[in-house]
């Protein structure tokens, strides 16, 4: 795995905040790096259909668990969720306790009504920086070419051509938006 730059950071926003939201574009590494750096944290994605009903079915039994450390990704699914981790992590006063993740910006969303103020640091997550590949060892091609081969870690994982991966992120991502 390439590291992330945004570790750093991250480690002192979790010494001072219960909540961490992890915001990004699809596909910017959101899950991997949560799920490579908060190994002892148990983990739900809610984009899993099974696990979506669980918490729909009762999201309270989820977040009420106490001292226990959680990542739930893809919260934007089940916006219901933010008053119930409020509630939760006023009560056990701890840090770092909860991670939520969501591809929209969960600031913005008209389906979220809870912004955890004060209880939540919000952490952005771009796609690679130049940093990020030149500390992997990639290579460093000209500033152009890099530009055209991009930042998304796909590209990178898979060894994908450029031109194919932005055609089909555009086509299942953007597009869709329309």
Known sequence: MIGRDIVKITGKYRESFPVLAFTGAR?????TLLREYFKGYHYYNLEDL???RLFEESPADFVNVKNVHV?????????????????VV?????TGSCIVSGSENLLLSE???????????????????NA?????GLPDPELYGRMF?????AIYDRNLDPAVYYSEYIATYVDRSY
Do not use: H, M, W
Not at 71 to 87: A, F, G, M, S
């Open 111 to 129: 389906k979220i009504s809870q912004s955890l103020a004060g209880r939540a640091a919000y952490i952005s997550l771009p796609a690679f920086t």
């Open 90 to 94: 006023d009560e056990q006063k701890s």
């Open 132 to 136: 990020e590949l030149k500390a992997a």
């Open 149 to 153: 081969q991009g930042f998304y870690p």
């Open 71 to 87: 990542i739930i990704d893809e919260v934007q699914r089940i916006p219901e969720l933010l008053p119930l981790i409020q509630v």
């Open 50 to 52: 099974n696990t979506r």
């Open 27 to 31: 596909q910017c590494g959101k899950t």
